[in-house]
């Protein structure tokens, strides 16, 4: 049989596909910050990639519930084979955590623009700074580790906005 290596050969193209926002965080370019970590822009990419989705996701909270923990499973499987692929932790090129993470910052929120913005300069400067301890979860194992510290930005974000959103009395 010689085909016997196209189908793996296209399952994990399509998970680095998947994984770096249709390849757009290829090839990584950028400086490296005080931390010694590299500052690609390819967050950015991820992070635009929820902005341009989030129209999707379903306003009502229990299908809400199930699009996030869909999405959940798919970016921890992706991340997780991505990681095995390019033989990297949490790798610069996977951005799939971060479009994970704003729709989480985004989720049961009104569906404006305003907030819509307000989440990306939000969430961008979260999953950047990861406050409050939130880089710790990066130490869990695979596709987890990748995901699971911008999935807490991601709440650190809706909960901002939504305390902001109750002081305004909204």
Not at 46 to 53: D, I, N
Not at 77 to 84: F, G, I, P, R, T
Request: hydrophobic letters at 55%.
């Amino acid at each position: 049989m010689k085909h016997k290596h196209v189908i793996p050969a296209v399952a994990g193209m399509t998970v680095l596909a998947l994984a770096s926002c249709f390849f757009l965080t290829y090839p990584i370019v950028g400086w490296t910050n005080r931390r010694g970590r590299r500052l690609t822009g390819a967050g950015f990419i991820g992070t635009l990639a929820g902005l341009c989705t989030v129209r999707w996701m379903p306003q009502e909270p229990l299908p809400c519930a199930f699009f996030v923990i869909g999405a959940l499973c798919v970016s921890v499987a992706v991340s997780d084979k991505a990681e095995e692929i390019l033989a990297r932790k949490d790798d610069q090129r996977i951005v799939i955590d971060e479009w994970m993470g704003y729709l989480v910052s985004v989720a049961l929120l009104p569906k404006t623009l305003v907030f819509w913005i307000a989440a990306f300069v939000l969430f961008r400067a979260v999953d950047i700074w990861k406050p409050l301890g939130i880089d710790r979860l990066a130490r869990l194992p695979g596709g987890w580790g990748v995901v699971m510290d911008d999935v807490a930005a991601g709440i650190l974000v809706n909960v901002c906005l939504r305390t902001m959103m109750s002081l305004r009395g909204a």
